[in-house]
């Protein structure tokens, strides 16, 4: 049997890209990368993943579990249908895959130095195919997953091995073809990163699957296992089976049908139990030219060698800090976050800290309002919220001033909720909210009637959302009116049972047979209340922020609520396109890139998040303790989900500077934030932070560990050692480059550790 050898152009040995197939059709297909090599049967499975980064190359896939490159998901059948057959075209770069409905895929294969591009170019027979789902790829991996942007880690020294995917357009998601609403569930995993040092117990078993802690509702109680085999997962992008092993998967759905689907993102928990949800159809948002890429290397190069390479070549999101890509531990940097409504000094603070961003979060939620054009405070600047014992200022006068130390200025916004007394919401709702539910008013109704009788009472006994199910929104919209409902009669004639005319102080007004009942989708109580917009709503929300953050001069937002950007039944999907939409905006208006946080990280804003610093407190870290979370398990858990996904690690708004705080607490937080990236939101008032005695001490420790960290002057192997809290450091800056690090032991120093500044990964 003859072989083929199809190369690139010549390139060093090296890092030249091999293609070795066999002529005959259903002979292997071998690709190879830099780092990968994997091989692909003549029934469209690959049954090999090497590591070839070792003088002997090591099999990463599992002996009997091949996977399938690419597989079809039925929707009517609610299953998954694999190729049966694989015939690759090699002038082309064309690999057909046959399905047993007789289904043909194309796909193009783009082999690149550092990673292998797969795109579907067409897709015969595809009715009934809603979606398409590339792998689960099986590896024998059973260290750490990355469940938001699908990696399998060995971080072991003697491995120091990963294999992973990443989509490289907006409707290829993290995920598996059968996730309903496009979100996966926010529940715990059983899997131990380590089966010596982490066993499990007897009655636990990998892949096991557990729910949240506390009552559904609130999210500090959500984090209840502080073992370290409980994994609290954020997606399914990576999934272990029940030896543990790690499984990465992608998929692509055709938005352009209608479709309901029965969505919470925490189904598992009696406040939170599923609702029935239309999904809006998206016309041209299909499944074909769904693109990958997979890719292997040593873990200790990943993040910044392959996937940050993989991002710039395929034009992916890539927001930057300082002039640094902001998944770089380089631009990694805490910022200030404001209490007591007093600003004299914060400006000042936060310049001698070396931090690049205050959050004005002692000013409370901005909500989206478009009856604003994006003026928080009036067209003429004319409002003053920010106290200054010299005179108040709007956002626009404070961010000026502070633009001039470098630092931008930021709010917290709920991210997509249209509240009662915004443009879109009342007293006159928009006709672009999102409806869980349509039906028709059976009989016309005066402006007074409180009798509404509905065509159909299918699911309209459901409670609005799916999170909380807050009675007070529990909303239908007809017209122009809102109207609040509770519950809706067992016999015909159907009506809708404890009504209120006029909600939200919108108008009652007279309403049609056959009128369009709207069953509006919405958020949750607790001062989050809003209506979910449609999508084309949300695309203006989106670019509502880009003219807030232009207009008053900010550069940071910290999401709250944003896991309401799955309450369309989109997903990741809706998280992608509403960020896409934020920041194309910000770049036509010239500004730079929006750093955010928010109250979730999903697959769908990897790329555009810069930090995650949600909640805060013990729960989190506690100094006093050295503990990941002491009074629940949310620091422990959001600690091993961000490390897993290559995000910086946050601990929330934190370690406020007080009388009693001392030089010795924050040379600790500053070692482990830099040995494990991690960042936080510095809780600074100014009153507590002038009754310190050793202020301008911790000013300056806090200022030399972050020029040291911009400068990217700790190995590795420093920073192995930095994350242990049992351990304690001093660090001093000799000159402009350098740096001596002292271990402290029994409270004496010990020998200084040489640290220079990178000047190429440095900034």
Same mark, same amino acid.
């Given at each position: 049997?003859?072989?083929?050898?199809?190369?690139?152009?010549?390139?060093?040995?090296?890092?030249?890209?091999?293609?070795?197939?066999?002529?005959?059709?259903?002979?292997?297909?071998?690709?190879?990368?830099?780092?990968?090599?994997i091989s692909i049967d003549n029934h469209g499975f690959i049954y090999s993943i090497k590591d070839i980064t070792k003088e002997h190359p090591r099999e990463l896939s599992p002996l009997n579990k091949p996977s399938p490159l690419l597989s079809l998901y039925n929707s009517k059948l609610d299953s998954m249908l694999e190729p049966i057959s694989a015939d690759y075209?090699?002038?082309?770069?064309?690999?057909?895959?046959?399905?047993? &409905? @007789?289904?043909?895929?194309?796909?193009?294969?783009?082999?690149?130095?550092?990673?292998?591009?797969?795109?579907?170019?067409?897709?015969?027979?595809? &009715?009934?195919?809603?979606?398409?789902?590339?792998?689960?790829?099986?590896?024998? %991996? +059973?260290?750490?997953?990355?469940?938001?942007?699908?990696?399998?880690?060995?971080?072991?020294?003697?491995?120091?091995?990963?294999?992973?995917?990443?989509?490289?357009?907006?409707?290829?998601?993290?995920?598996? *073809?059968?996730?309903?609403?496009?979100?996966?569930?926010?529940?715990?995993?059983?899997?131990?990163?380590?089966? !010596?040092?982490?066993?499990?117990? =007897?009655? !636990?078993?990998?892949?096991?699957?557990?729910?949240?802690?506390?009552?559904? %509702?609130?999210?500090?109680?959500?984090?209840?296992?502080?073992?370290?085999?409980?994994?609290?997962?954020?997606?399914?992008?990576?999934?272990?089976?029940?030896?543990?092993?790690?499984?990465?998967?992608?998929?692509?759905?055709?938005?352009?049908?209608?479709?309901?689907?029965?969505?919470?993102?925490?189904? &598992? $928990?009696?406040?939170?139990?599923?609702?029935?949800?239309?999904?809006?159809?998206?016309?041209?948002?299909?499944?074909?030219?769904?693109?990958?890429?997979?890719?292997?290397?040593?873990?200790?190069? #990943?993040?910044?060698?392959?996937?940050?390479?993989?991002?710039?070549?395929?034009?992916?999101?890539?927001?930057?800090?300082?002039?640094?890509?902001?998944?770089?531990?380089?631009?990694?940097?805490?910022?200030?976050?404001?209490?007591?409504?007093?600003?004299?000094?914060?400006?000042?603070?936060?310049?001698? !800290?070396?931090?690049?961003?205050?959050?004005?979060?002692?000013?409370?939620?901005?909500?989206?309002?478009?009856?604003?054009?994006?003026?928080?405070?009036?067209?003429n600047f004319e409002k003053k919220p920010l106290k200054l014992t010299s005179g108040n200022l709007s956002h626009r006068e404070f961010s000026d001033m502070a633009a001039k130390q470098g630092i931008t200025i930021g709010r917290t916004p709920i991210t997509n909720a249209l509240a009662p007394g915004t443009k879109d919401a009342s007293p006159i709702p928009s006709?672009?909210?999102?409806?869980?539910?349509?039906?028709?008013?059976?009989?016309?109704?005066?402006?007074?009637?409180?009798?509404?009788?509905?065509?159909?009472?299918?699911? $309209?006994?459901?409670?609005?959302?799916?999170?909380g199910h807050a009675k007070s929104l529990n909303i239908i919209k007809i017209g122009k009116e809102l109207i609040h409902y509770l519950g809706v009669s067992e016999e015909e004639p159907f009506r809708l049972l404890n009504v209120e005319r006029g909600y939200w102080k919108t108008t009652p007004t007279t309403h049609e047979t056959n009128d369009t009942i709207y069953?509006?989708?919405?958020?949750?109580?607790?001062?989050?209340?809003?209506?979910?917009?449609?999508?084309?709503?949300?695309?203006?929300?989106?670019?509502?922020?880009?003219?807030?953050?232009?207009?008053?001069?900010?550069?940071?937002? =910290?999401?709250?609520?944003?896991?309401?950007?799955?309450?369309?039944?989109?997903?990741?999907?809706?998280?992608?396109?509403?960020?896409?939409?934020?920041?194309?905006?910000?770049?036509?208006?010239?500004?730079?890139?929006?750093?955010?946080?928010?109250?979730?990280? *999903?697959?769908?804003?990897?790329?555009?998040?810069?930090?995650?610093?949600?909640?805060?407190?013990?729960? /989190?870290? =506690?100094?006093?303790?050295?503990?990941?979370?002491?009074?629940?398990?949310?620091?422990?858990?959001?600690?091993?989900?961000?490390?897993?996904?290559?995000?910086?690690?946050?601990?929330?708004?934190?370690?406020?500077?007080?009388?009693?705080?001392?030089?010795?607490?924050?040379?600790?937080?500053?070692? %482990?934030?830099?040995?494990?990236? $991690?960042?936080?939101?510095?809780? /600074?008032?100014?009153?507590?932070?002038?009754?310190?005695?050793?202020?301008? #001490?911790?000013?300056?420790?806090?200022?030399?560990?972050?020029?040291?960290?911009?400068? &990217?002057?700790?190995?590795?192997?420093?920073?192995?050692?930095?994350?242990?809290?049992?351990?304690?450091?001093?660090?001093?800056?000799?000159?402009?480059?350098?740096?001596?690090?002292?271990?402290?032991? @029994?409270? $004496?120093?010990?020998?200084?550790?040489?640290? +220079?500044?990178?000047?190429?990964?440095?900034?």
């Amino acid at each position: 049997m003859s072989h083929i050898l199809i190369k690139n152009k010549i390139t060093s040995l090296l890092t030249a890209v091999s293609l070795v197939i066999l002529s005959c059709t259903n002979a292997p297909i071998n690709f190879k990368t830099q780092y990968l090599d994997i091989s692909i049967d003549n029934h469209g499975f690959i049954y090999s993943i090497k590591d070839i980064t070792k003088e002997h190359p090591r099999e990463l896939s599992p002996l009997n579990k091949p996977s399938p490159l690419l597989s079809l998901y039925n929707s009517k059948l609610d299953s998954m249908l694999e190729p049966i057959s694989a015939d690759y075209m090699a002038s082309d770069k064309i690999l057909k895959l046959t399905y047993s &409905n @007789n289904s043909v895929a194309e796909i193009s294969i783009e082999p690149k130095d550092k990673y292998l591009k797969f795109t579907l170019a067409s897709l015969t027979e595809r &009715n009934d195919i809603e979606g398409v789902q590339w792998g689960a790829i099986h590896t024998n %991996i +059973t260290n750490l997953f990355g469940e938001i942007i699908g990696v399998a880690r060995d971080t072991s020294e003697t491995v120091n091995y990963s294999l992973g995917m990443l989509a490289l357009n907006d409707n290829t998601l993290g995920g598996n *073809s059968k996730t309903i609403g496009d979100a996966a569930p926010f529940q715990y995993i059983i899997h131990s990163p380590d089966s !010596l040092q982490y066993p499990l117990p =007897d009655d !636990l078993h990998e892949g096991q699957v557990f729910t949240l802690g506390g009552n559904g %509702i609130s999210d500090v109680a959500f984090y209840a296992h502080k073992e370290p085999y409980y994994r609290i997962v954020y997606g399914n992008t990576a999934e272990v089976d029940d030896k543990g092993r790690i499984s990465i998967v992608y998929n692509s759905r055709d938005r352009t049908k209608k479709r309901e689907v029965f969505f919470s993102l925490i189904p &598992n $928990m009696p406040a939170n139990i599923p609702n029935h949800l239309e999904v809006q159809p998206l016309p041209g948002v299909d499944f074909i030219q769904s693109s990958v890429a997979l890719w292997g290397s040593p873990d200790s190069i #990943a993040l910044k060698e392959v996937i940050q390479h993989i991002v710039k070549a395929e034009d992916l999101p890539y927001p930057t800090i300082n002039g640094k890509w902001v998944k770089d531990p380089a631009a990694f940097v805490p910022d200030v976050l404001t209490s007591g409504g007093l600003y004299d000094s914060i400006i000042s603070y936060t310049s001698r !800290l070396g931090f690049k961003t205050i959050s004005l979060y002692d000013q409370g939620f901005i909500r989206p309002d478009r009856g604003n054009d994006g003026y928080l405070d009036g067209k003429n600047f004319e409002k003053k919220p920010l106290k200054l014992t010299s005179g108040n200022l709007s956002h626009r006068e404070f961010s000026d001033m502070a633009a001039k130390q470098g630092i931008t200025i930021g709010r917290t916004p709920i991210t997509n909720a249209l509240a009662p007394g915004t443009k879109d919401a009342s007293p006159i709702p928009s006709d672009s909210l999102h409806a869980q539910q349509k039906r028709l008013l059976v009989k016309s109704i005066s402006k007074t009637d409180t009798i509404i009788i509905v065509d159909d009472p299918k699911y $309209m006994e459901e409670i609005g959302s799916w999170e909380g199910h807050a009675k007070s929104l529990n909303i239908i919209k007809i017209g122009k009116e809102l109207i609040h409902y509770l519950g809706v009669s067992e016999e015909e004639p159907f009506r809708l049972l404890n009504v209120e005319r006029g909600y939200w102080k919108t108008t009652p007004t007279t309403h049609e047979t056959n009128d369009t009942i709207y069953k509006l989708q919405v958020t949750i109580n607790y001062g989050y209340d809003g209506l979910i917009p449609n999508m084309e709503l949300q695309d203006l929300i989106a670019e509502y922020y880009a003219d807030v953050a232009y207009i008053n001069g900010l550069g940071y937002y =910290d999401f709250d609520g944003q896991e309401f950007l799955f309450n369309n039944g989109h997903g990741y999907y809706s998280a992608k396109r509403f960020f896409r939409k934020m920041f194309e905006k910000a770049d036509e208006y010239g500004i730079p890139s929006i750093r955010f946080t928010g109250a979730t990280l *999903s697959e769908g804003s990897w790329h555009y998040q810069s930090i995650w610093n949600v909640g805060g407190g013990k729960n /989190l870290y =506690d100094l006093e303790t050295r503990e990941w979370g002491s009074t629940t398990s949310q620091g422990k858990d959001l600690r091993d989900v961000t490390y897993a996904n290559y995000f910086p690690v946050g601990v929330g708004g934190n370690f406020p500077i007080t009388a009693t705080s001392t030089v010795e607490q924050y040379e600790h937080i500053q070692a %482990i934030s830099v040995g494990i990236g $991690m960042t936080y939101s510095l809780r /600074l008032n100014q009153k507590d932070v002038e009754s310190c005695p050793q202020k301008d #001490a911790i000013f300056k420790v806090i200022r030399t560990w972050e020029n040291a960290r911009a400068a &990217n002057a700790f190995p590795r192997n420093i920073k192995k050692l930095l994350v242990k809290p049992e351990r304690d450091w001093h660090l001093e800056q000799t000159d402009k480059n350098n740096w001596k690090l002292y271990p402290i032991i @029994n409270n $004496m120093r010990k020998s200084a550790i040489e640290l +220079t500044r990178d000047i190429a990964g440095g900034y």
